[in-house]
């Protein structure tokens, strides 16, 4: 068994309404080897809500996106994707689910070199043999700035290029829930700004759930509460944070 968590708000917070939750872990753990990256996390997020992720590098950051994501399996405990238990999902399915129902912004980008922007944005449409929608497409390439580099590779792009394309791509299903691994870290503060707002927007407009992580204070203030995490835990909540009092928790970490 874990070790139970130290600090009384790393035991987490049940959701006061179970049918109101996004993505539920209960007592996740992840072990890489002797590194326990993730210890005994459990965090409820509620649907149409925006969370900053915020924590040192090696704090767990990455690897609790990819355990709520189901793109990794947690060593113990459980994830909930609304109703669905994912750890009784067969590899398939899991994939299934995850082109459908979720969108992920992946720390290092992972954009297919062989393919145009245009197809690396449409490739989970593709992939899950629907077609754009032209009308938001068309929105969220004008959004992110690459309408003018639909037909470049991702290696003829910049790093801030390619994050953007990254973004465009986890946003074009409307997915329920979009995870960002640090999505703005390539952009200058005012394309960094678009990228918020259209994450912000996803929520705001359509109900969708965000949860972004990122080192960036004025980042964090774009959500509705941040989430500190330290050594594989939660340690914090900060609701309606500014980059003011997220600076100052951060120093205190
Ligand atoms: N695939 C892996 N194999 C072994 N150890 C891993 C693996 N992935 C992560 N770790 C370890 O787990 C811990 C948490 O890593 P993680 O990538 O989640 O941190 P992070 O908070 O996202 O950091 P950063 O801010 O640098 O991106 C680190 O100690 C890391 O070395
Ligand atoms: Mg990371």
Redesign the pocket.
């Known amino acids: 068994m874990p070790a139970p968590n130290a600090a009384p708000s790393t035991a987490g917070r049940p959701a006061a309404d179970p049918g109101g939750a996004a993505v539920t872990l209960e007592r996740v753990t992840k072990q890489?080897?002797r590194?326990t990256?993730l210890d005994n996390v459990s965090w409820s997020f509620r649907r149409g809500s925006f969370t900053a992720i915020m924590?040192?590098?090696?704090?767990?950051?990455?690897?609790?996106l990819h355990c709520a994501s189901g793109l990794d399996r947690p060593t113990s405990g459980r994830v909930r994707l609304g109703d669905t238990d994912l750890g009784r999902m067969k590899e398939a399915q899991l994939t299934r689910l995850r082109r459908d129902r979720v969108g992920f912004v992946f720390?290092g980008y992972n954009l297919v070199p062989s393919m145009d922007v245009e197809r690396n944005i449409t490739l989970p449409l593709f992939l899950g043999g629907r077609t754009a929608d032209p009308r938001w497409l068309t929105e969220v390439v004008h959004r992110v700035g690459m309408a003018e580099r639909l037909a470049h590779k991702p290696a003829q792009l910049s790093g801030g290029q390619q994050q953007r394309v990254a973004v465009a791509r986890a946003l074009v299903t409307r997915p329920e829930i979009v995870f960002a691994?640090?999505p703005t870290a390539a952009l200058d503060p005012r394309t960094a700004g678009h990228v918020l707002r259209l994450l912000r927007e996803a929520v705001d407009a359509t109900g969708q759930t965000v949860v972004l992580?990122t080192?960036d204070p004025t980042a964090a203030a774009w959500a509705d509460s941040a989430l500190f995490?330290s050594e594989?835990r939660i340690v914090d909540e900060l609701a309606a944070p500014t980059a003011a009092t997220v600076l100052t928790r951060w120093e205190t970490l």
């Open positions: 890489y080897g590194v990256a924590g040192a590098s090696g704090s767990g950051k990455s690897t609790f720390q691994d640090e992580v080192h995490l594989g």
